[in-house]
């Protein structure tokens, strides 16, 4: 996910309210209009799931191309795409065939169909090169772990709900996602493991290392392959002993290739491990991780999450918010609710999300501002097609409950 470092070396103070150090249960606002306040089975016609609609209506017209590729954004990217910005809708659009809307399942198999022009056909263990023109030429350069990574759950996203050939279609390029890191050279000795971001070996981030995880976890649920597992627990146990700062318990940012470690904490980090947290007590037959998930939740709302607007930042150094890394949070806590019936947990993730919705929503296209304070000041301009497929995504998953 390459645009996260460039916005994160931009370091922007944005003089807002401080992020309280406690667990706080967030106080609605008169933002929900559901008029449900939390209530569980969902009403009729969930507004989360009218947004998702109008999201995915606003990314066809705007960012579908006729190549089945989604562009990069509709203002300073309009030639290109991104492999995780289209992976990323295709996991929005598996959702909303997830939700039982068959209608979107076109949409899932055409963006998978455009990302085969990225893999390296060069390359006896392949790989998704990180970006292409929209007609899918021009795909070369460097490889990202995390993009592959996250290609590949998104992959098993649309296996889940396929049948048959297509099925197996899913779990195959699954496969070969989970293939190219094993064999990528990208996994090391330096700084006792860890996958490097990228080809070029910058930087080792949790982020890298715990979509991997999430991937090599649902491989080993889904095949019993003990190399699956194998890796699972290696890259487990890496993130553990050299990513987890146990003051805050959170997972920091990186390391650096000089051995400096970024210690900012960054939502998206810790909600992709509160994922692999769950998928590993599935996976590996393990109930003591769904507590180990919940105390990473706790400890993401004590540390990034302001009581004040109801919402995650972006991160301990930089307390903007964006739909894709802050919204990930809401995926995360969703998750949580299912595996252990919390309810408090939708209760974050639907306040998170109605932040997203005041301070970066366009009204009168139904997309997604990039950036914006928690008050909405200095709000970008530019609307990143990763953005809107997030937004589709958790509103969706939480349309189920919400």
């Known amino acids: 996910m390459r645009i996260n470092l460039l ?14 150090k406690t667990h706080v249960t967030p106080v609605q606002t008169g933002i929900d209009t559901t008029g449900n306040q939390g209530g569980n089975p969902p009403p009729v016609t969930s507004i989360y799931l009218n947004n998702a609609k109008s999201t995915h209506s606003y990314i066809a017209n705007f960012y579908l191309t006729a190549y089945g590729s989604y562009r990069v954004n509709t203002t300073t990217n309009t030639t290109g795409a991104f492999e995780w910005y289209n992976a990323s809708q295709l996991y929005a659009d598996a959702a909303m065939v997830a939700n039982g809307d068959q209608s979107y399942l076109p949409y899932v198999n055409n963006t998978f169909n455009w990302l085969q022009n990225l893999w390296d056909k060069n ?30 759950v998104a992959f098993l996203a649309a296996y889940d709900v396929s049948s048959g050939t297509a099925q197996a279609k899913y779990l195959t390029a699954a496969e070969a996602c989970a293939n190219w890191l094993i064999k990528s050279g990208l996994w090391d000795a330096n ?13 080792k981030p949790t982020q890298s290392n715990g979509m991997a995880l999430q991937l090599f976890l649902r ?23 050299r990513m987890l700062d146990n003051g805050t318990g959170l997972y920091f940012w990186q390391i650096e290739s000089n051995g400096n470690a970024d210690t900012y904490k960054f939502t998206y980090d810790n909600a992709i491990m509160v994922e692999a947290d769950l998928l590993w007590a599935k996976a590996m037959n393990d109930n003591t991780y769904v507590g180990k998930a919940e105390a990473l939740a706790q400890s993401m709302i004590k540390t990034l999450y302001n009581a004040n607007y109801n919402g995650f930042i972006f991160n301990t150094n930089d307390i903007r918010v964006n739909p894709c890394y802050c919204g990930w949070a809401s995926q995360s806590f969703i998750r949580l609710y299912e595996a252990d019936g919390n309810s408090t947990w939708l209760t974050y993730a639907k306040a998170n999300i109605d932040l997203v919705n005041v301070v970066l929503e366009n009204k009168a296209n139904s997309g997604y501002y ?6 909405g000041a200095g709000r970008y301009t530019n609307m990143e097609g990763v953005d809107q497929a997030w937004m589709q995504r958790v509103q969706v998953l939480l349309s189920k409950y919400k």
Do not use: E, M
Request: with cysteine; hydrophobic share 40%; charged share 10%.
């Open 219 to 241: 491989l080993y649920q889904l095949t019993g392959n003990s190399v699956y597992h194998d890796w699972a627990v290696q890259v487990n146990t890496w993130l553990n002993g």
């Open 370 to 375: 990039q950036y914006a304070g928690l008050n």
């Open 7 to 20: 916005a994160r070396l931009v370091i922007i103070s944005i003089l807002l309210a401080s992020c309280k």
């Open 123 to 152: 390359d006896p263990n392949g790989g998704y090169f990180a970006a292409a023109n929209l007609d899918g030429s021009g795909a070369a350069g460097d490889k990202y772990v995390d993009d592959n990574s996250l290609t590949g």
């Open 191 to 203: 700084f006792g493991g860890g996958f490097w971001w990228s080809t070029q070996k910058t930087v």
